[in-house]
């Protein structure tokens, strides 16, 4: 397996969440990280924190000047780019009778195309270190949420993608994989503006009795699991549940 220390990782939506977690796992095991966001206080804190193995870089990943801008700091501080880890997403919730265009289009824009566009500009860098993309799925691919279905729907065209860049760029010796993370207390429905933090808190102990595992995930586990993917060097094209068993459907009836 691939040994991470030494190595280049630019992570999207580093500010919290399993971007933060992943940020921080990576730093402890030796990797020179670069996080982005929107939020200037709260990556530069992270980072802060974590020390001079990482690097915050403001910018929005649909804004085509500011990921060129985070592929340019990732390399400096990293001297080079191994791994890209498309985590930049938000919530969005709308009923399948209320859609309106717009709000679509940002969604896809936001979730989907984005981290399209982000690797494809990032071929040349990956490349020439064999490098690889991990993006960040959902279990909403696997359970049926109503009135998630804009956001089920982004990450479902995020695991195709997995598939087909997978695919398209082995022979370039560019490894392309997807985690597939259960219920995980992070900030995206906060960010969305959907739920203060009291009711965001009780949606996730609400629905930790529907995972096997009785218990919802941790930044860390899901950090562990990207971590796995960008080691094992024969892993390719896969989607990785990583849920507490959320995907099979445990019912008591």
């Known amino acids: 397996m691939r040994d991470i220390k030494d190595i280049s990782v ?4 580093g500010g919290s969440g399993i971007g933060e977690g992943t940020a921080r ?3 402890a095991r030796g990797a020179r990280v ?16 974590i020390g001079t193995a990482c690097r915050a870089v403001v910018g929005d990943v649909t804004v085509n000047r500011d990921r060129e801008a985070m592929l340019a700091a990732a390399v400096e501080h990293g001297g080079k780019l191994d791994v890209l880890v498309s985590n930049a997403a938000n919530m969005y919730r709308q009923a399948i009778g209320e859609y309106t265009e717009d709000f679509l289009k940002e969604a896809f824009n936001t979730n989907v195309i984005s981290g399209m566009m982000l690797s494809s500009m990032a071929l040349p860098l ?3 270190t064999q490098g690889a993309i991990i993006f960040l799925g959902s ?4 359970r049926a949420y109503p009135g998630a279905s804009p956001y089920a729907t982004t990450k479902a065209a995020v695991e195709g993608l997995t598939r087909v860049m997978a695919a398209e760029l082995g022979r370039r010796q560019i490894r392309v994989c ?5 219920a995980v207390s ?3 429905n906060l960010r969305a503006g959907l739920f203060t933090a009291e009711q965001s808190d009780a ?4 629905i930790a009795p529907d995972h096997a595992l009785a218990r919802i995930g941790t930044v860390t586990e899901i950090a562990e699991a990207i971590e796995y993917l960008v080691r094992a060097e024969w892993v390719t094209g896969v989607a990785l549940e990583v849920d507490g068993g959320l995907g099979l459907g445990v019912s008591n009836f």
Request: glycine share 8%; with cysteine.
């Open 126 to 128: 990956l490349e020439k």
């Open 25 to 27: 796992l990576f730093a």
């Open 203 to 206: 949606r996730y102990a609400s």
């Open 139 to 142: 279990i909403h691919n696997r």
């Open 186 to 188: 992070t900030e995206i």
């Open 10 to 13: 630019l992570i999207t939506g």
């Open 34 to 49: 670069t996080i982005t966001g929107r939020r200037k206080d709260k990556i530069e804190a992270v980072a802060q924190s």
């Open 178 to 182: 997807c985690v597939l993370p259960g």
